[in-house]
């Protein structure tokens, strides 16, 4: 089955400086793979996601990047600020049959503290 | 994106009773699951809620101990039966599958069992 590992399990940065968080999975017919961000309190929000069919995605300050040879996707943040502290998993999932098609698995998560 | 909420938000039970969580969207979703997230960990689904047929257990999680409904497309509920202290955790229920694979997450109900 598949499995997701994810780098650093902390990050601690200055604000305005920039944040990356990488993950790893092992199957390779994954082809979804989408960021949460959870903060203390609260269910994990869907922030950005990328499909197989593209190497990299932006949303303002957020942009993910995926190397399917390598089977890898990384998170960027850049000017960072104190309101992105939070916990952020990363996910991978597969189009398959039956009720596996949309099941997602998860990182270990990676706790970011925006120093201000 | 789809709007879900849960209820209780919170709750603090006795060992040996059961406790029923309740999972609303506010739009139709193919699919609904339910996940365990113990304080600090990451996510792990207990199970996909089917609509008109039995949930589908992940490995480790069985019915008897966590029953499953799905009535509809929009409401879902999952009970914590005959508790303990290690059911002490965040419960949480995920919405999506309209388009691709994404999934909308509610608030969570946090667990206490005494």
Redesign the interface.
């Known amino acids: 089955g598949e499995n997701v590992e994810q780098h650093p399990s902390t990050l601690s940065v200055q604000e305005g400086d920039s944040a990356v968080i990488k993950c790893t999975y092992s199957d390779s017919a994954s082809n979804?793979f989408?960021w949460?961000k959870q903060e203390l309190g609260?269910?994990?929000?869907?922030i950005i996601?990328i499909?197989s069919n593209v190497g990299e995605k932006k949303d303002q300050r957020i942009a993910v990047t995926l190397n399917k040879t390598a089977k890898h996707f990384s998170l960027h943040i850049t000017e960072t600020q104190p309101e992105d502290s939070a916990v952020y998993?990363c996910a991978a999932?597969r189009?398959g049959r039956?009720?596996s098609?949309?099941?997602?698995i998860?990182?270990?998560?990676t706790r970011l503290l925006v120093r201000p | 994106?789809a709007v879900?909420s849960q209820k209780p938000s919170r709750d603090i039970c006795q060992r040996g009773t059961s406790l029923t969580i309740q999972c609303q969207v506010d739009s139709q979703v193919?699919?609904m699951?339910w996940y365990r997230q113990q304080p600090g960990?990451?996510?792990t689904?207990i199970a996909?809620a089917?609509q008109g047929s039995e949930a589908?257990y992940e490995s480790g999680f069985v019915i008897d101990k966590f029953p499953i409904s799905r009535p509809n497309l929009t409401f879902s509920t999952l009970t914590v039966s005959n508790m303990s202290p290690e059911d002490s955790s965040i419960y949480?229920c995920s919405g999506?599958?309209n388009s691709?694979?994404?999934?909308?997450?509610?608030?969570?109900t946090r667990l206490t069992v005494l």
């Open positions: 979804y989408p949460y609260k269910g994990p929000q869907l996601d499909r998993f999932s189009r039956g009720d098609s949309y099941k997602l998860f990182g270990s998560g | 994106s879900i193919t699919m699951f960990q990451s996510l689904l996909t089917n589908t949480l999506g599958g691709y694979n994404e999934q909308f997450f509610g608030p969570g």
